[in-house]
């Protein structure tokens, strides 16, 4: 069965430095996000992508914070100059439709950030 | 803007008993509404939905829930549990017309005794 991988599964930062998390989405996906959530709080949308373009972002996603999706197959979150605030688990998601046409989202298993 | 509330952060049922996991949202037209599971180590994967028709959708897992628009309640039911269902259970709201976010709730942590 298809499946979202993401990478690293935990990465630990010292504050200020950059940080890249990445996601391979299911092939015949067509839009994209990013969703996080603080330890013990709420999973929260940052971001959605479509067509190679950000198609909505939350207050949270800030200019610290960009995606790409460099090479058709890959899906990144940078985060410029990370703060501790911005530890959480981080999770990449897709589906075919969007606008909940399909009525899923497909997770990946998260990426821990750890800013020290 | 909508939110959504799960009043209970942590429930604990034997193995065998029923489940209820209660959900309320807040959103001014009917919503698009989902449950998503999060076993440990995993990502977040959906058990049910509900979009129009039939307020009692079926789910995977043996899982169903109800969708009570009077009471803005979308509780999460499954008659026996299994030591398999522990896990962390989301409730997810999203708007009907071009929305591209989930909205969830805090999320209601599972436990299974034996």
């Known amino acids: 069965e298809p499946e979202v991988t993401q990478t690293p599964s935990h990465q630990v930062t010292q504050m200020g430095q950059e940080v890249i998390l990445r996601c391979v989405p299911i092939?015949?996906?067509?839009?994209f996000y990013w969703y996080r959530q603080i330890l013990g709080q709420k999973v929260e949308f940052l971001v959605s992508?479509?067509?190679?373009?950000?198609?909505?972002k939350s207050e949270i996603f800030d200019d610290q914070f960009s995606v790409e999706r460099p090479d058709g197959s890959n899906f990144t979150l940078k985060i410029r100059s990370t703060k501790l605030e911005d530890s959480a688990m981080y999770f990449c998601?897709?589906?075919?439709?969007?606008?909940?046409?399909?009525?899923?989202?497909?997770f990946g298993e998260g990426s821990r950030l750890t800013v020290l | 803007a909508q939110s959504v509330t799960q009043p209970d952060i942590h429930i604990t049922v034997s193995e065998g008993a029923s489940l209820e996991l209660r959900c309320n949202y807040s959103?001014?037209?009917?919503?698009?509404l989902f449950w998503y599971v999060q076993s440990p180590g995993q990502g977040l994967q959906l058990l049910l939905k509900?979009?129009?028709?039939?307020?009692l959708v079926q789910g995977i897992k043996g899982f169903e829930a109800e969708f009570k628009r009077s009471q803005s309640s979308f509780n999460l039911r499954k008659p026996s549990v299994h030591w398999s269902d522990a896990a962390e259970y989301f409730c997810?709201?999203?708007?009907?017309?071009?929305?591209?976010?989930?909205?969830f709730g805090q999320g209601t942590r599972l436990t299974i005794n034996p």
């Open positions: 998601a897709g589906n075919e439709q969007g606008a909940f046409v399909s009525g899923e989202l497909f």
């Open positions: 997810a709201v999203a708007a009907i017309q071009g929305a591209q976010k989930l909205v």
């Open positions: 992508f479509y067509n190679n373009e950000i198609s909505e």
């Open positions: 092939s015949n996906h067509l839009y």
């Open positions: 959103y001014g037209a009917t919503p698009y």
């Open positions: 509900y979009f129009s028709g039939d307020t």
